[in-house]
C-alpha cells in the first residue's frame, strides 16, 4: 500500500524554525520528483517547493524563497522541509506529494 | 504566482453530469498537461488523475479528465452525493518551474 506520512507540524513562534518530515512507503521513492504544498485555513492549495529524484534541483515558490529548504534522503525513503524565518502566514496544513500520490497533511500554525 | 483558471462553482443534479474546466497557458496546461484533485471539507486533497487522463486505480471511472488545447477538463457521470465537494486542478509551469493551481470549483450537487 502507498503511504505519504508526514510529521512535524505544530506550534511554532514568528521567527522560529520547523522541520517537516514525509515518510514514504509502497513505492520506489527514489524514481520520483516530489514536491510540498500547502492549504492556509479555508484557502486554495499553494505548491512551495519541488525537489528532482537525485535531489540535483530543487524549486522554491518566492513565497518561501531564501526561508525554506527542501531536501530528501532517497535511502531512508524520505522528504524533508526545514522552515525557518517563520511568519503568520506560513500557517497552513503542508502536504508532500509526487505527481500522482498524496500525503494526509500535517498542520503548521504559527503564532506568539 | 499566476494560477489556473477555474469557474468558483457548478451545480448540478443527482444522477446528472458535470464538466469542470480549468485553464491555463502553453507553459501549463497546455504543455504538461493537468491533475485534479478532490477535496471534502476538512480532508486532504485526493488524487483524482495526473497527466490529462492518467486515472489511480482506486479512482472510480466514473472521473474522467481531458484537455484541449490550454483548457482541462473534469468530467464525472452519474452524479452522487458524495461528490459534493471542492475540486482544484493542478499543473507544472515550465516558465515557473513549478506547479500552479486553480482556485478551485465547488460542486454542488441538488
Known amino acids: 500500500e502507498v503511504q505519504l506520512v508526514e510529521s512535524g507540524g505544530g506550534l511554532a513562534q514568528p521567527g522560529g524554525s520547523l522541520r517537516l518530515s514525509c515518510a514514504v512507503s509502497g513505492f520506489t521513492f527514489s524514481d520520483y520528483s516530489m514536491n510540498w504544498v500547502r492549504q492556509a485555513p479555508g484557502k486554495g492549495l499553494e505548491w512551495i517547493s519541488y525537489?528532482?529524484?537525485?535531489?540535483?534541483?530543487?524549486y522554491y515558490a518566492d513565497s518561501v524563497k531564501g526561508r525554506f529548504t527542501i531536501s530528501r534522503d532517497n535511502a531512508q525513503n524520505s522528504l524533508y522541509l526545514l522552515m525557518k524565518s517563520l511568519r503568520d502566514e506560513d500557517t497552513a496544513v503542508y502536504y508532500c506529494?509526487?505527481?500522482?500520490?498524496w500525503g494526509q497533511g500535517t498542520l503548521v500554525t504559527v503564532s506568539s | 504566482q499566476a494560477g489556473l483558471t477555474q469557474p468558483p462553482s457548478v451545480s448540478k443534479g443527482l444522477r446528472q453530469t458535470a464538466t469542470l474546466t480549468c485553464t491555463g497557458n502553453?507553459?501549463?496546461?497546455?504543455?504538461?498537461?493537468a491533475a485534479w484533485l478532490q477535496q471534502h471539507q476538512g480532508h486532504p486533497p485526493k488524487l483524482l488523475s495526473y497527466?490529462?487522463?492518467n486515472r489511480p486505480s482506486w479512482i472510480s471511472e466514473r472521473f474522467s479528465a481531458s484537455r484541449s488545447g490550454n483548457t482541462a477538463s473534469l468530467t464525472i457521470t452519474g452524479l452522487q452525493p458524495e461528490d459534493e465537494a471542492d475540486y482544484y486542478c493542478s499543473a507544472w509551469d515550465s516558465s515557473l518551474s513549478g506547479w500552479v493551481f486553480g482556485g478551485g470549483t465547488k460542486l454542488t450537487v441538488v
Open positions: 497527466r490529462n487522463d
Open positions: 502553453s507553459n501549463n496546461v497546455g504543455n504538461q498537461g
Open positions: 506529494a509526487s505527481e500522482d500520490r
Open positions: 525537489i528532482s529524484s537525485r535531489s540535483s534541483t530543487k
